[in-house]
């Protein structure tokens, strides 16, 4: 289910729980309606409030923190690349063939995360990135290198790219989805829950009404915000690949 799919059906139950409470208060016996019943159901409907906020809360925080978490990973994945570039810099023009390689798995990896459009006009298609990565390691114990600079360099190649090699394994094994969807499915019920309740009580009218749509549109955004976020390289809320070009373009230098 799409993010929007999903906040679509989120709108729908919060608009359906206004109308059951309002189909409620306008058939049930006025009996049902007493004083002592009406403190009973507020102090019910104000605690499923409560633990409806808290919940959903919880759900947006995390998918923030994930959100984040993989925001960071791609600006540590360019600077380990820039660094990883000067080094072989150091090296000097024995390690212009180990340069090129890491540049097509720069473009390999930008277009297996943010697709098509991020590859460079006139490059072909890359190999996948793991295999990118392996053969980076295998030059760098094939180069033969002399002085004290260039050993130095080399060895702080051989970190870097050992580093780069585990951020693009977290890369490609947090592609899965971090959201607990019956969790979500369950919150919302709790949300439409609330609205039957204040239709319960209040009368039919157009101020309670536009209450009712922006309360339905309030959770249906939340919902997409947080199933958004759950896919940070290709929904409308992306992380921006422009640190990686920062550096693709360091390369290309």
């Not at 019943?37 to 959903?56: P, R």
């Not at 063939?97 to 890359?126: F, N």
Request: charge should be neutral.
């Amino acid at each position: 289910m799409t993010p929007l799919i999903a906040a679509f059906v989120a709108a729908m139950l919060m608009m359906a729980g206004a109308l059951v409470g309002a189909l409620l208060r306008k058939h049930l016996p006025s009996k049902h309606f007493g004083q002592e019943t009406m403190e009973a159901i507020k102090l019910g409907l104000g605690f499923i409030a409560t633990l409806s906020a808290l919940v959903m809360g919880l759900v947006i925080s995390s998918s923030k923190a994930a959100y984040d978490a993989r925001a960071e990973m791609v600006h540590s994945a360019a600077a380990l690349i820039v660094q990883f570039d000067s080094n072989l810099r150091q090296i000097g023009p024995e390690a212009n063939p180990i340069r090129l390689v890491l540049k097509d798995a720069v473009v390999a990896t930008m277009g297996e995360i943010w697709g098509r459009r991020s590859l460079v006009a006139g490059q072909p298609e890359a190999v996948v990135t793991k295999r990118r990565v392996g053969q980076l390691e295998q030059m760098l114990f094939a180069l033969v290198v002399s002085s004290e600079m260039q050993r130095q360099a080399q060895a702080n190649a051989f970190r870097l790219v050992a580093e780069l090699a585990r951020l693009n394994a977290s890369a490609f094994t947090q592609h899965g989805s971090d959201v607990v969807m019956p969790l979500l499915a369950v919150v919302s019920c709790w949300m439409m829950l609330n609205v039957a309740g204040w239709n319960l009580f209040a009368p039919a009218s157009r101020m309670l009404m536009a209450v009712n749509v922006v309360c339905a549109l309030s959770v249906a955004s939340a919902v997409f915000l947080i199933l958004e976020m759950d896919q940070p390289f290709n929904g409308v809320i992306s992380i921006s690949d422009a640190p990686m070009r920062a550096a693709l373009e360091r390369l290309l230098e």
